[in-house]
């Protein structure tokens, strides 16, 4: 259905008539891009002082006087409320988008109408008199999201594709993949090098952190009425937190982790309370780490003993508060009393747990690993190769204020492929590593109750884990079967839910700031963005080798201490 619009010769002044004449030649400029995007119908203009406009579904515009109404294609419509506002309705519709940019089809539409719409626009706003303006900005803001939302789109569907299909096909197939993902590759290690990118997965990391925090304060009224409750809930609050580390991991990076153990000892996995004894070698085995317990559904409920640094660290150490972790200061004497009542409140916990335990005290570097050794020397232990002296004091306390609860404790010995040393900034630019985990399960009642028998225990553990390295260094594998357990698909869609909520309000500001013109908000905008990086970086520096540690046999630094 058509409808025409019309003004009189006496309706129009002698300036608006020209301000037609401008109209018109403006209309005819932009006619060529819309008819190839098929962004805007054909619109006349009639020889006389009388304005004409054709409105059929689709059309680009139709003018009042001053008022201008602009609409879009059907699948991005723009309604202006009498403000000029968007309604939340729009919101809605940025966000779903950004889900259906999913599919290859829509990632494509949406990259193609977002840069089509959004040049013919920019024709518009660079070339139209002022009443045109205030109506296209609205339009501009929506092609610069399409664009964006089918960017993401596009990158989601590579992965995924490459993931699912050349994953599986690369077993079966000894010849070089095809030359379309070999492309697909290259793509997506070029997105992934991208600071913007990287900015805004660290954007939605940082934000959502600070949402499920407030949300964990307000569960603390639950504590008093019902406890288990409580738990259960922040178990799927802090799962939300850190399965986005999680998807970096896995999804991101696509990083591999390959088990070396029996099938009996899998079929455990996540169905009882265990303490996990982990070499502290790298900076993100504490990641490959989390990356076993979400396979296995215990990612939320994990513990960890914490230094007491970490409750000083936004987003990790708050978690941590709320999911009732373990901090001590390292230093026996004054980490008592916390290390027993924390063990023991732990006892009824709700779901299964898998407490996380570096008996090292600290990450190993050469010259904490020499100290090491000088201590060894002088209590008479046998020296390691690999691994510092463990320390026994927070193994057997968490073992006898467990008893009854933990029913195992498993020795997982990590290692990387070709010798490679991971970073957590070579996962957040997407470099992928090959990390094997050598699994032994050892059941409580092996273990001696009699605490230093179990420090003996524990002293002979990491001598044959010093002789599983050894055999690493020299074959390149650990012994045993193996076992690829599949990731889950969780962790991505988490991450997706998050980015969908948090993004797409951050474009239209960061968009509404630059059209604006304002200097002083575009650099407190840039400014922001500069705090942000800044701020990333520094949660990133928490996990840096060279800037963790302990004072370790340096009884220099303890006296300081």
Same mark, same amino acid.
């Given at each position: 259905m058509t409808g025409i619009a019309t003004y009189a010769d006496g309706d129009l002044t002698d300036g608006q008539s020209d301000h037609s004449a401008r109209i018109a030649e403006t209309l005819a400029q932009v006619q060529t891009i819309a008819n190839v995007a098929a962004f805007v119908p054909?619109?006349? =203009?009639n020889s006389r002082t009388q304005a004409t406009c054709c409105i059929r579904p689709g059309d680009l515009s139709c003018f009042k006087k001053q008022e201008t109404i602009l609409t879009s294609p059907p699948a991005t419509a723009q309604v202006l409320l009498p403000s000029g506002r968007r309604p939340l309705a729009f919101f809605l519709t940025d966000s779903l988008c950004l889900l259906c940019s999913a599919v290859p089809c829509c990632a494509t539409t949406s990259v193609t109408c977002g840069f089509c719409g959004s040049y013919a626009l920019f024709l518009l706003v660079s070339f139209s008199p002022d009443?045109?303006?205030?109506?296209?900005?609205?339009?501009?803001?929506?092609g610069a999201v399409m664009i964006f939302t089918g960017l993401c789109g596009a990158l989601v569907v590579l992965a995924v594709a490459y993931y699912a299909y050349w994953g599986r096909v690369k077993e079966d197939?000894?010849?070089?993949?095809?030359?379309?993902?070999?492309?697909?590759?290259?793509?997506?290690?070029?997105?992934k090098s991208q600071f913007i990118l990287q900015l805004l997965i660290g954007f939605v990391f940082v934000v959502s952190g600070l949402i499920i925090n407030f949300i964990q304060l307000c569960t603390c009224v639950l504590w008093p009425i019902n406890k288990q409750l409580y738990r259960r809930i922040n178990c799927r609050l802090s799962y939300s937190l850190w399965s986005q580390l999680v998807m970096l991991l896995e999804w991101w990076?696509?990083?591999?982790?390959?088990?070396?153990?029996?099938?009996?000892?899998?079929?455990?996995?996540?169905?009882?309370?265990?303490? =996990?004894?982990?070499?502290?070698?790298f900076e993100i085995d504490f990641l490959c780490?989390?990356?076993?317990?979400?396979?296995?559904?215990?990612?939320?409920?994990?513990?960890?003993?914490?230094?007491?640094?970490?409750?000083?660290?936004?987003? =990790?150490?708050?978690?941590?508060?709320?999911l009732e972790i373990v901090f001590c200061k390292r230093k026996w004497e004054e980490d008592r009393d916390t290390v027993f009542k924390g063990l023991n409140r732990l006892k009824d916990y709700p779901e299964f747990m898998w407490f996380l335990l570096y008996c090292e005290g600290t990450r190993f570097t050469e010259k904490k690993h020499q100290i090491s050794m000088q201590v060894a020397e002088s209590k008479g232990l046998p020296k390691l190769k690999y691994h510092l002296l463990p320390r026994t004091k927070g193994f057997t306390t968490t073992l006898q204020c467990l008893k009854g609860t933990v029913k195992a404790v498993y020795d997982v010995t990590l290692n990387f492929r070709d010798k490679k040393v991971p970073t957590l900034l070579g996962i957040v630019n997407g470099t992928k590593y090959m990390a094997d985990m050598s699994i032994r399960r050892f059941p409580v009642e092996d273990i001696p109750d009699d605490e230093k028998e179990c420090a003996n225990w524990l002293h002979k553990l990491y001598q044959e884990k010093d002789a599983l390295q050894e055999h690493y260094e020299k074959e390149g594998s650990f012994p045993g079967p193996t076992i690829r357990s599949r990731r889950r698909l969780w962790s991505l869609v988490n991450f997706l839910f998050w980015a969908c909520l948090l993004l797409s309000p951050l474009i239209h500001l960061a968009w509404g700031i630059f059209i604006s013109g304002s200097p002083l908000l575009i650099l407190s905008f840039m400014l922001f963005l500069i705090v942000a990086s800044v701020a990333v970086r520094r949660l990133i520096g928490v996990t840096e080798v060279k800037k963790t540690g302990s004072s370790y046999g340096d009884q220099e630094a303890k006296k300081q201490n």
């Open positions: 054909a619109v006349a =203009i009443c045109f303006r205030i109506s296209t900005v609205n339009m501009l803001n929506q197939c000894k010849s070089s993949p095809p030359w379309s993902v070999w492309a697909a590759m290259g793509l997506l290690a070029y997105l990076s696509g990083t591999e982790c390959t088990l070396f153990t029996d099938q009996a000892t899998v079929d455990k996995f996540g169905t009882e309370h265990v303490i =996990i004894i982990l070499n502290h070698n780490g989390w990356t076993m317990c979400e396979r296995y559904g215990v990612l939320g409920s994990s513990k960890v003993l914490a230094k007491h640094e970490l409750l000083k660290v936004p987003l =990790i150490g708050w978690t941590w508060y709320f």
